[in-house]
């Protein structure tokens, strides 16, 4: 794997104000990588910054061999802003094909990277129309097609699922796990449910300063194995750990158990017999996954 950004020592101050404190971190080419935090906790100016929109105030960001907002990077990070919209006037294909020749295409290369990356994006359907035809989801598709042209080696997108309904939702994250063999997308997001189905990387900023950088799939999710129930079972945490294949169980969130298997005790060989538990006292569960979530691992 090579590396693809690295920062150390970040720090920005709008004024007075310390948006970002010491932060320090690398991503390599591959998986998608997470960016999350809070409100306020400095997301938005990192993408910035990592964006060349704002130079930041101290510290060092390398992208790809290249100081932050190089022109040597044109056309290899690309970005997509949280309130990014489409221009009703025109058409997607005269809007796409507009944002390549900004990237200095030719009017026919431009022409064919509409179209390239529409169908990458599944909405070749969509060249012709003006985006008041589109559905949200589909104007998000076409937002993404934007920051694909010319292919880009980083993504970045802002909140990219953020408004949109469960089902458009989960096109968006399919469409970044199909296109994350060529292309390694930084997401920002709140939603830790949305961001553990498609990052193993994880960023976690609060108050400006990264608390974790973590890959998830990793050994620490071994061993553990996360119930979520219907409804709240009083008795299920006395039932489970009687199991000799569990050593403890904790309720981190409502409905919501973490089962820590006892040592050597596989998923596989644990998560039949947790079922059977349930269904014996009629007990309605949602599901059973292997590891903690995001969430848990993040707040424990
Ligand atoms: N232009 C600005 N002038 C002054 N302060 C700013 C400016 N932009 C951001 N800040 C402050 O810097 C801190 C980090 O803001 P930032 O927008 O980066 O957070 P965020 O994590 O993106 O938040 P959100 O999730 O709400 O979008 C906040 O305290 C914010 O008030």
């Known amino acids: 794997m ?3 950004i690295t920062v150390s020592g970040l720090n920005h101050f709008f004024g007075a104000k310390q948006a970002l404190k010491e932060v320090s971190f690398e991503i390599q080419a591959g998986q998608p990588v997470a960016l999350v935090g809070p409100n306020g906790a400095g997301k938005t100016t990192l993408f910035s910054i990592l964006c060349g929109y704002l130079q930041a105030s101290s510290g060092h960001v390398e992208i790809l061999g290249h100081q932050a907002g190089s022109a040597a990077l044109f056309g290899q990070l690309a970005a997509l802003p949280q309130d990014a919209v489409l221009d009703p006037r025109f058409s997607i294909a005269h809007q796409l094909t507009f944002y390549g020749r900004l990237q200095g295409l030719s009017a026919k290369q431009s022409k064919d ?12 359907e969509a060249l012709n129309e003006k985006p008041a035809a589109l559905s ?3 104007r998000k598709r076409v937002s ?7 292919s880009p080696k980083i993504v970045m997108l802002d909140e990219a699922t953020a408004g949109l309904d469960p089902l458009h939702a989960r096109e968006i994250r399919q469409l970044v796990a199909d296109l ?7 997401l920002s997001s ?21 608390h974790q950088h973590q890959t998830l799939a990793s050994d620490a999710t071994q061993g553990f194995l996360t119930l979520s129930m ?27 158990y973490l089962i820590s298997l006892a ?3 596989l998923c596989h060989e644990a998560d039949i017999k947790i079922l059977q538990v349930c269904h014996q006292n009629q007990w309605r569960y949602r599901s059973l996954v292997n590891g903690k979530t995001l969430e848990n691992q993040l707040f424990e």
């Open 144 to 150: 993404i097609a934007q920051t694909l042209i010319g």
């Open 180 to 186: 994350s063999q060529d292309i390694t997308f930084i």
């Open 2 to 4: 090579s590396q693809l």
């Open 230 to 256: 219907s409804q709240k079972q009083p008795e299920l945490i006395t039932h489970l750990e009687a199991m000799a294949e569990v050593s403890s169980v904790t309720m981190p969130q409502d409905r919501e």
């Open 190 to 210: 709140h939603d830790l449910t949305e961001l553990e189905r498609l990052c193993q990387q994880v960023l976690y900023l609060e108050l400006g300063q990264m």
């Open 263 to 265: 040592p050597n005790v």
């Open 136 to 138: 949200h989801g589909m």
């Open 113 to 124: 990277e509409a179209l390239r990356t529409l169908e990458l994006v599944g909405l070749s």
